[in-house]
């Protein structure tokens, strides 16, 4: 596996945040999805939560540049 790179930026493509951007056409899709997840998991107190957080907080770092 190569690292994604994003205006210049990357992200791992073994984390949360690279498996999203492989996973959805758009980082978008990718953000969406992991806001929802993110939600579910944090209201069942579960940490995994915190991880699709900070993905999306990656994905909006390489994508505003």
Do not use: W
Not at 25 to 40: C, M, Q, V
Request: aromatic letters at 6%.
């Amino acid at each position: 596996m190569t690292d994604k790179t994003y205006n210049g930026k990357t992200i791992d493509p073994a984390s949360v945040a690279g498996i999203l951007l492989r996973e959805f056409d758009t980082p978008e899709k990718a953000i969406e999805y992991a806001g929802k997840t993110a939600k579910l998991l944090l209201a069942a107190h579960n940490a995994i939560g915190l991880d699709y957080l900070e993905a999306i907080k990656q994905i909006k770092d390489v994508m505003k540049g």
